[in-house]
């Protein structure tokens, strides 16, 4: 979603601004800008509907300047136009802000600064915020912005210069990320590390209700929820993280790159968290001794999209290792329906970025209510990571292309994770813990002998590409595997595609089977085989052409010779383990359908990396 970069120091801001908002692409947007501080203290701005590139067009020869903020924006209040890309100014062109977020009180403001006889240039709730800070009295920049921020209500990351300041960015946080970088006589500040690697990965996190004052020689951090504004201390450190993996290296498409790291992330969950002489996992980070698990008596999984998916692959480990009455639901109605929070039910947050509002307020609202909640987050000191009472760091690496599938795998591997520490402390034995464990090693091979088919699923991606509807179906362990194969599918190739369980096919979407529509099914070897293949008959008695992904042996019938059934067999492992092998070569069918129709795998339609508003 929006994205937010800010440069001061040595060096001409603008092209370092440019290059930074081409890193935060990935995150999904419709437009870009950015206002430079000139020598002469005139502040220039640039902005437009579009891509960075267009923007790049009309900046270089009259930019000169080394303070600057830069924006990407994905529309919320207004549609993507030049006059609502930000940055946002005052009337007099001295204030310029950028901002993430949603400013839930933005109508009554814009309402009482038109009556006040100011002229809104655009249709956004961030504009308010360069009239207000124009407006406030303050004597200091800082004083400004937090007289601006008393009157809003919502969430923001944003960051503001002025003309009358020009020596400083001014940045805050509240419920959207805000990074300083610190470099060598120069200062970044950016909503994603994606923007800061290339330059400096010292970095500082703000928190909620924080703002900073950002010099070329380092920064000032206060809290500005009081009407005063209290120095803050918070240090810089280096964060581990390899700048080259946001690098797209010699692959076409950073999907491509992230599923092919597939094996090399599984190792890194599992790495130091298998205990092969008692079968079970090491998860220090819970912060849960073996007495307060054994109290757990529900286990309920929140998370949005694919993560949502994938809890639902957990609920099912916790469920079955566990004996634990586990479900996942999506964070994003959670709240909404004033849920019963219990003491002894175990809530556990997932979410690649980290950011996801809806995750987010969602564990918000279990704290609040004195839940407990253990996060499984890819992205470490993110704001759900920081919220939660433990967790389980991913360790995917960054995740660039909007689809996930790397971090993805790295999630259901957590849950098994957890579900096997779940289980031992309860009822599961020590040859079951062991059996796992002994799967969960063979699974990064595995992920690699399903890549390697990469050559066959291509054949069959081109042929579901020209399907203008699809289903996809699988039932028990299988049907969260169907959802995210339909997600995966619908979001980079802009086909329909539709999930359902199999046992649900003839209650009513059996009338749309035809030749023109073809079915994904799940058929793994398990205790279901059998009546999934029938329903297979089902389907192919009525014409439905059909991939069928299953395993070595599974015996199709009649199928087996049909030019109209295509099948993928995935090797075996533990059945409990079947959801991550199913899933490796929807994500490769998701991804060759919508390379052979010539579409951004990346950069979705309408979507977003990070999905930052409600
Ligand atoms: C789909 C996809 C999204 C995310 C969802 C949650 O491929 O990536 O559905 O899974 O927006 O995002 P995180 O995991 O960052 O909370």
Same mark, same amino acid.
């Given at each position: ?25 990935? *995150? ?23 891509? %960075? ?13 080394? &303070? ?25 062109? #001295? ?7 949603? @400013? ?13 006889? +100011? =002229? ?40 503001? &210069? ?108 599992? #790495? ?28 309920? +999984? ?39 929070? =219990? ?22 609202? +279990?704290?609040?209510?004195?839940? #407990?909640? &253990? ?11 920081? =919220? ?37 402390? *309860? ?8 059996? @796992? ?22 054949? &069959? ?15 028990? #362990? ?31 979407? @059996? ?30 008695? *009525?014409?439905?052409?059909?991939? %069928? ?47 052979? @129709? ?17």
């Amino acid at each position: 979603m929006c994205g937010i970069v800010g440069y001061i120091g040595t060096q001409q801001a603008a092209p370092l601004l440019l290059e930074g908002l081409g890193r935060l692409e990935h *995150r999904g947007y419709d437009s870009a800008g950015m206002a430079v501080l000139g020598t002469g203290g005139a502040l220039r701005m640039a902005k437009r509907s579009g891509r %960075v590139r267009d923007l790049a067009e009309e900046v270089p020869a009259r930019f000169g300047g080394k &303070v600057g903020i830069g924006h990407t924006r994905w529309a919320t209040h207004g549609p993507a136009t030049d006059a609502n890309a930000h940055p946002h100014a005052d009337a007099a062109g #001295r204030v310029a802000v950028v901002h993430n977020g949603i @400013l839930d009180n933005a109508s009554a403001l814009r309402a009482m600064l038109t009556d006040d006889g +100011i =002229e809104l240039a655009s249709d956004t709730d961030t504009e308010v915020l360069a009239h207000l800070v124009a407006r406030s009295g303050a004597d200091t920049l800082e004083g400004r912005v937090a007289d601006a921020l008393a009157a809003v209500e919502g969430t923001y990351g944003l960051a503001v &210069v002025h003309a009358d300041f020009p020596d400083r960015i001014v940045v805050a946080r509240n419920g959207s990320p805000l990074i300083i970088g610190v470099g060598d006589k120069e200062m970044h500040v950016a909503s994603d590390l994606a923007a800061l690697v290339r330059y400096t990965t010292t970095v500082a996190y703000l928190d909620d209700g924080e703002m900073a004052t950002v010099t070329a020689q380092g920064f000032t951090t206060y809290r500005h929820d009081t009407a005063q504004l209290h120095r803050t201390h918070r240090d810089a450190a280096p964060v581990d993280v390899d700048p080259s993996a946001y690098e797209i290296g010699e692959h076409e498409s950073f999907m491509l790159a992230e599923m092919l790291e597939q094996p090399r992330a599984a190792e890194r969950v599992l #790495r130091g968290r298998l205990n092969e002489r008692f079968g079970t996992s090491h998860l220090g980070g819970l912060n849960m001794d073996a007495r307060e698990i054994r109290a757990i008596r529900r286990v309920k +999984i929140l998370g949005c999209g694919s993560a949502y998916y994938v809890g639902q692959m957990g609920a099912s480990l916790i469920e079955e290792l566990a004996r634990i009455p586990a479900d996942a639901e999506a964070a994003s109605e959670f709240r909404y329906r004033d849920p019963v929070i =219990e003491p002894d039910t175990l809530y556990v947050a997932v979410s690649q970025s980290g950011e996801t509002i809806d995750t987010l307020l969602a564990v918000q609202e +279990i704290r609040r209510k004195g839940g #407990r909640v &253990v996060g499984l987050v890819n992205v470490v000191g993110s704001a759900i990571a920081r =919220e939660c009472d433990g967790g389980i760091y991913l360790h995917a690496g960054p995740e660039v292309a909007v689809a996930s599938t790397k971090a993805l795998t790295t999630m259901f591997l957590g849950f098994s994770l957890l579900a096997l520490q779940l289980g031992r402390v *309860r009822d599961l034995s020590i040859s079951d813990g062991r059996r @796992l464990i002994e799967g969960l090693l063979k699974l990064p091979e595995q992920i690699q002998a399903v890549l390697d088919t990469e050559a066959e699923l291509t054949v &069959v991606a081109k042929r579901l590409a020209e399907a203008d509807s699809l289903f996809f179906i699988g039932r028990v #362990r299988g049907f969260p595997v169907a959802r995210e194969g339909a997600q995966k599918f619908k979001e980079i190739t802009y086909r329909h595609a539709e999930a359902y369980q199999t046992s649900e096919l003839k209650h009513g979407p @059996l009338a749309l089977i035809s030749e023109a529509v073809p079915t994904v099914a799940l058929v793994p070897d398990d205790e279901l085989v059998d009546r999934n293949v029938a329903a297979l008959h089902e389907i192919a008695a *009525r014409k439905g052409p059909l991939v %069928v992904v299953t395993h070595e042996g599974v015996d199709l019938g009649d199928l087996a010779h049909s030019s109209t059934t295509q099948r993928i067999d995935v090797p075996r492992n533990e059945k409990e383990l079947d959801p991550i092998l199913l899933t490796i070569p929807l994500q490769l069918l998701a991804f060759h359908a919508a390379n052979h @129709l010539g579409l951004d795998v990346d950069k979705p339609r309408n979507l977003a990396k990070s999905v930052t508003v409600e």
